[in-house]
């Protein structure tokens, strides 16, 4: 990571750290947007998920970029990755839409947000706020003394209704093919199953993902992104018939001993045209 005040020539460090971090064109385009929108002293990272052989060529070569460090950096992971990705979403880097409506001091320290899901429906809660620390350091960015301390405060806990056995049974009846499952449980109205196949591994989202992957995501013909679940829009078929007869029999528009007949087409009062129904039965 390097901040605009620790780093005069930003341009040429990321150049230089290009051969020895084994830069994309990718992540240098990543980086130029984020530190471009970052305030002088925020630290941006130039490289996510550094491999063993980038830290150890850094560190060889450490004395050449002042101003410039390795820095671990809590991030959400999804365990069960494309199992729940529908239902709880991802987070992901805040955009310059988001920006404009976010408490900014709510959000220093981060640039997470919930996107999707979940994850967005309830990052109020989720997020929680961030502390602070107030150090003395010297013109090398080397801390002196230690002034002041504001602990954060963790956002909270949030329990699903979701049973993780029914899930799985629910992912595994549609593997290969194009649909969705929703269970609840009729007494509490409690989601226990929510799955929308094909899925995605939303860890890919997390630290921003690349064109590739996201283009294979978006030009998938089975849309894997698309929540099926609760997106969908899909006519009821015969299984309305029961709903719509309870509710004729509540009402008292037809009873027990009522006969309804079918002759293949269906007749409007208030027009002329008779509209054919197709599979039908007298």
Do not use: C
Request: without cysteine.
């Amino acid at each position: 990571t390097l901040s605009k005040t620790d780093v005069e020539d930003v341009d040429g460090v990321v150049e230089q750290l290009q051969p020895i971090l084994d830069l994309t064109q990718e992540d240098i385009d990543r980086f130029k947007s984020r530190i471009k929108t970052a305030r002088k002293t925020e630290r941006v990272a130039i490289k996510l998920n550094l491999t063993e052989a980038n830290i150890a060529k850094f560190s060889e070569a450490k004395y050449k970029f002042p101003g410039v460090r390795i820095e671990t950096q809590m991030t959400r992971y999804y365990p069960h990755g494309e199992l729940f990705a529908h239902v709880i979403g991802y987070v992901g880097r805040i955009n310059d839409k988001e920006l404009k409506s976010i408490d900014k001091d709510l959000y220093a320290g981060t640039n997470l947000i919930g996107k999707i899901g979940v994850e967005k429906s309830y990052e109020d809660l989720l997020h929680g706020t961030p502390g602070y620390e107030s150090v003395e350091a010297d013109a090398h960015s080397n801390i002196l003394r230690h002034l002041g301390r504001k602990d954060p405060t963790r956002g909270n806990d949030l329990y699903l209704s979701l049973d993780y056995g029914l899930q799985v049974v629910a992912s595994q009846q549609l593997a290969g093919r194009r649909g969705a499952i929703v269970a609840i449980d009729p007494r509490t109205g409690e989601i226990l199953a929510l799955v929308s196949s094909p899925s995605f591994n939303p860890n890919l989202f997390v630290t921003g993902i690349n064109h590739k992957d996201y283009s294979s995501l978006r030009d998938n013909l089975d849309q894997p992104l698309y929540n099926r679940a609760v997106q969908g829009a899909y006519p009821p078929g015969s299984t309305i018939k029961p709903m719509e007869a309870m509710g004729g029999l509540h009402y008292g528009i037809v009873n027990w001993s009522t006969a309804i007949s079918d002759p293949g087409y269906f007749h409007l009062p208030a027009i002329a045209e008779t509209i054919p129904i197709t599979n039908a039965t007298t």
